[in-house]
């Protein structure tokens, strides 16, 4: 690839992240708990916290990511490396898809215990398409991962000194 489209795909990379760190800090000022609280109270609220906690997955897999494309543009793409920043990737995708399917548990136990009237609908869908995405994050990655483990082991059985 060219040095102008790894730079691209990186700074896009970049954006994604700066994107979800700006919901991260913004959207707990928005949600509807949060309307009576001061800010302290607001970014210590368990849910909150669980939020910032599982998110980290997310940015460990754009670092990831960012590793990948600077391997990809110094041509070390069949490198154990890049099948090592793969497989992390996949990993944080996976971790993602337990942290939201424990996050959608607690939103649904506290609404049947609390015998609340709210609709957790919203939470509910907005969860199964998370793990949806987690989970065709993952997917790809193992794809990629084993086809760059078998040309890895071919290269390896071509030229063994390498």
Same mark, same amino acid.
């Given at each position: 690839?060219?040095?102008?489209?790894?730079?691209?795909?990186?700074?896009?990379?970049?954006?994604?992240?700066?994107?979800?760190?700006?919901?991260?800090?913004?959207?707990?000022?928005?949600? %509807?708990?949060?309307?009576? &609280?001061?800010?302290? $109270?607001?970014?210590?609220?368990? /849910? @909150?916290? *669980?939020?910032?906690? !599982?998110?980290?997955?997310?940015?460990?897999?754009?670092?990831?990511?960012?590793?990948?494309?600077?391997?990809? %543009?110094?041509?070390?793409? &069949?490198?154990?490396? $890049?099948?090592?920043?793969?497989? /992390? @990737?996949? *990993?944080?995708?996976? !971790?993602?898809?337990?942290?939201?399917?424990?996050?959608?548990?607690?939103?649904?136990?506290?609404?049947?215990?609390?015998?609340?009237?709210?609709?957790?609908?919203?939470?509910?869908?907005?969860?199964?398409?998370?793990?949806?995405?987690?989970?065709?994050?993952?997917?790809?990655?193992?794809?990629?991962?084993?086809?760059?483990?078998?040309?890895?082991?071919?290269?390896?059985?071509?030229?063994?000194?390498?």
């Amino acid at each position: 690839m060219k040095k102008a489209q790894i730079i691209f795909l990186k700074l896009v990379v970049c954006l994604v992240g700066v994107g979800a760190l700006v919901w991260l800090i913004r959207f707990p000022q928005t949600e %509807g708990r949060a309307t009576n &609280l001061d800010l302290f $109270s607001i970014y210590w609220d368990p /849910i @909150i916290l *669980y939020m910032y906690v !599982a998110s980290g997955a997310f940015f460990l897999a754009l670092y990831q990511a960012i590793k990948l494309l600077g391997y990809i %543009g110094e041509d070390k793409l &069949l490198s154990p490396s $890049s099948a090592k920043a793969l497989r /992390i @990737i996949k *990993y944080c995708a996976l !971790a993602g898809v337990g942290f939201i399917v424990v996050g959608e548990a607690w939103i649904l136990i506290a609404n049947f215990v609390e015998g609340s009237k709210e609709d957790a609908a919203g939470a509910v869908a907005m969860g199964v398409f998370m793990t949806f995405v987690s989970i065709v994050v993952a997917t790809v990655a193992s794809v990629f991962e084993k086809i760059l483990q078998n040309n890895l082991d071919i290269k390896s059985k071509n030229n063994p000194t390498a």
